[in-house]
């Protein structure tokens, strides 16, 4: 968790025009920026993804191997009142993690390799402080469905032949917040951002007593978004 508030304000800290807009009595930019009804915008990012499993018996613990993937998608969001809008964040969001598992002698029976490609249908609602000059903090949190394009959820292969499955639908709850800067010709505003499946996602496999996925009461997945928003 703390290198990515390193990453976040690191690049914030970096950017001399971001910093200017700190200045006590800046020149206003897109004063009307937030009056409009419906706004439009997209966004670029980076993720990392987690699971949580819960066991059915205190074996040793499955591991993960986590790295850092990639966040693209649209923003469409509609005013309430100056201090709430209602987004749709609809998103691409690529990662992998990589499964060790215990009690195996062979890297190929041990080690499972998850690329997962979800499109993300987030909505959420963003409270959002008063402006101060060109910027203004703001917290985001709702609920999304996630489709996992990678799952294997149809296959009827299971580990016993290598492949690890999961549900193609899960829902989740998101939680983060950020900041909003109006710079001259467009909003930019990064955030960070907690995801959390409600449901489990595992698809067992056929024999009841696998020793992959036999002792998994649930699995459901975790991770942290940070988002770079152009509006």
Same mark, same amino acid.
């Given at each position: 968790?703390?290198?990515?508030?390193?990453?976040?304000?690191?690049?914030?800290?970096?950017?001399?025009?971001?910093?200017?807009?700190?200045?006590?009595?800046?020149?206003?930019?897109?004063?009307?920026?937030?009056?409009?009804?419906?706004?439009?915008?997209?966004?670029?990012?980076?993720?990392?993804?987690?699971?949580?499993?819960? @066991?059915?018996?205190? @074996?040793?613990? &499955?591991?993960?191997?986590?790295?850092?993937?990639?966040?693209?998608?649209?923003?469409?969001?509609?005013?309430?009142?100056?201090?709430?809008?209602?987004?749709?964040?609809?998103?691409?969001? @690529? =990662?992998?993690?990589?499964?060790?598992?215990?009690?195996? !002698?062979?890297?190929?029976?041990?080690?499972?390799?998850?690329?997962?490609?979800?499109?993300?249908?987030?909505?959420?609602?963003?409270?959002? *402080?008063?402006?101060?000059?060109?910027?203004?903090?703001?917290? &985001?949190?709702?609920?999304?469905?996630?489709?996992?394009?990678?799952?294997?959820?149809?296959?009827?292969?299971?580990?016993?032949?290598?492949?690890?499955?999961?549900?193609?639908?899960?829902?989740?709850?998101?939680?983060?917040?950020?900041?909003?800067? @109006?710079?001259?010709?467009?909003?930019?505003?990064?955030? &960070?951002?907690?995801?959390? *499946?409600?449901?489990?996602?595992?698809?067992?496999?056929?024999?009841?007593?696998?020793?992959? !996925?036999?002792?998994?009461? *649930?699995?459901? !997945?975790?991770?942290?978004? &940070?988002?770079? =928003?152009?509006?």
């Amino acid at each position: 968790m703390k290198k990515w508030f390193l990453i976040c304000f690191g690049v914030l800290l970096l950017t001399p025009s971001l910093n200017a807009q700190f200045n006590e009595d800046p020149i206003l930019n897109l004063e009307n920026e937030d009056k409009k009804f419906l706004n439009w915008g997209y966004f670029l990012g980076f993720n990392q993804y987690d699971f949580k499993f819960e @066991y059915k018996e205190n @074996y040793q613990d &499955i591991l993960v191997s986590k790295s850092i993937g990639f966040n693209v998608g649209l923003i469409g969001e509609m005013r309430l009142n100056d201090f709430m809008d209602l987004r749709f964040e609809p998103g691409l969001h @690529y =990662t992998s993690r990589t499964m060790g598992f215990p009690g195996f !002698t062979e890297e190929n029976d041990a080690i499972r390799e998850v690329r997962s490609t979800y499109i993300n249908f987030p909505l959420l609602l963003k409270v959002s *402080a008063k402006r101060l000059g060109n910027w203004k903090p703001f917290l &985001i949190g709702g609920v999304s469905t996630t489709m996992n394009l990678g799952s294997n959820e149809d296959s009827l292969d299971d580990n016993s032949a290598g492949t690890f499955r999961m549900k193609k639908s899960v829902h989740n709850y998101e939680l983060g917040f950020g900041i909003d800067f @109006y710079l001259e010709y467009f909003k930019f505003s990064p955030s &960070i951002r907690g995801v959390f *499946a409600l449901t489990d996602e595992l698809v067992r496999d056929n024999d009841p007593n696998s020793p992959w !996925t036999g002792n998994i009461d *649930a699995l459901k !997945t975790r991770g942290i978004f &940070i988002n770079f =928003t152009f509006e």
